[in-house]
């Protein structure tokens, strides 16, 4: 038999990391319905011109990362994997009439995002993401309040040392003239350029400016900056945020080198670290405006921004704070066990009356002598055994505190009152921690 192996930068998500993904999705989803952000769902798979046009086709995403999907034969459509949820969301906007919504229409979404990259730490094939766009706004206050929801989603799940990174790229009005600038700024030094960044400079110049090659750092130091050449209305924008950031107390620093990879970015642009990880092409999310977006895929001309938070590279971070899985994360409250191995019937009615009444519990469901079973119910950690022996026939059971030790009987009927009350009062007794 061949051995059958998860494709090359996918993962199992197993049962003891799952807590964690569960814990950040359920904040994501509580901070995007606080903040008004209303969830939508889109395909996981596009046309891929939805891709190439909201992406850009000219970017590493579309042209090296696009996961293509081989159309049968007698289907002409080509399709492919989302490689980030924007393109397919503006999609959804602009097929929907979303334009004749009470503006603006703020959207969160968390699923699976899908990039042929080369597969290393921090950096799969198939990767999670929390989105939140808010399409029908120009901003510079929703911008704002974007990036603090941003800051507030890292801050709540329990990771220090974030940073939110800022800058403006301008718009059709000032970028093209700035790219011109740039680029004679690079062919003046091209013979010093790597091959991989002299062949992005007639296409995508802009890429140059954010490239981690270290023959760069010098050249890039001395390259003009956007915010020197923003157009007024892009510099009041730019500096409206910033007055809006510092309003709400939110930290940020100005780095002029970044523009993000996505060609309908517009103004601005952002994007969240770990301090001290700047330079390591590792960010833990980003997001931007991208007021030229909903025209490009066939909709009126419509402003919106929003964000991308990677949701595998919070977890490895929060590991590495050691604020990951907690370990007994899942145990049950209670474990039904029995002097009587073969009556898995008592056992497991009992356990489904607990589960009715919304207590977590199991039912030892082995034929194995009551001894084995106890063990069992500690090794889960549970808090409870439920022991299910001769007084049953008087309708009760022995409810045994494994941590504590003691042991009680109780009427089957009071059982899940019991076990409730007991749990309670041992989780928010003295010295508990949760
Ligand atoms: P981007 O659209 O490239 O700015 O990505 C937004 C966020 O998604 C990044 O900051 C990462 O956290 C995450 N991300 C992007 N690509 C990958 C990948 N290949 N593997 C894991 N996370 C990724």
Known sequence: ????????????????????????????????????????ETPMFEQTAVFERGVGEVTDIVEKELFRIAPRSEEAESWSLRPEPTAGIVRAYVQHGMQTWPQPVKLSMTGSMFRYDRPQAGRYRQFWQFDIEAIGD????????????????????????????LNSIGDAACRPAYIAELRAHYRDRIDALPPVERDRLDRNVLRLLDSKDPAMTAINADAPRITDHLCEDCATHFA?????????????????????????????????????????????????????LVELLGGRPTPGIGFGIGLDRLVLALEEQGRGSSAGAGA???????????????????????????????????????????????????????????????????????????????????????????????????????
């Open 1 to 40: 038999m061949p051995t059958f192996r998860a494709p090359r930068g996918t993962r199992d998500l197993l049962p003891d990391e799952t807590p964690t993904w569960t814990r950040l999705e359920r904040l994501a989803s509580d901070l995007a319905t606080r903040y008004g952000y209303r969830r939508i």
């Open 332 to 434: 049950p409250t209670a474990v039904v066990v029995g002097a009587d191995p073969a009556d898995t019937a008592s056992r497991l009615r009992i356990a489904t009356e607990l589960r009715a009444a919304g207590i977590t519990a199991r039912a030892d469901l082995a034929r194995r002598k009551l001894g084995k079973q106890l063990e069992g119910a500690s090794r889960d950690g549970a808090h409870f055994a439920i022991i299910v022996g001769d007084e049953l026939a008087a309708g009760e059971v022995q409810l045994r505190d494994l941590p504590a030790g003691t042991q009680k009987v109780v009427p089957v009927a009071d059982l899940a009152r019991e076990v409730a009350r007991s749990h309670a009062a041992h989780r928010h007794g003295p010295g508990a921690s949760d």
């Open 240 to 292: 409206d945020v910033r007055a809006h950031l510092d309003a709400l107390g939110v930290p940020y620093r100005l780095e002029p080198g970044l523009v993000r990879g996505l060609d309908y970015y517009t103004r601005t642009a952002f994007e969240f670290y770990l301090h001290g990880r700047e330079g390591q092409q590792q960010a833990l999310g980003g997001g931007g405006r991208y007021d030229g």
């Open 138 to 165: 120009p901003g510079p206050a929703v911008d704002a309040e974007i990036i603090e929801l941003g800051s507030r989603y890292y801050r709540d799940a329990g990771l220090e040392g974030v940073e939110v990174l």
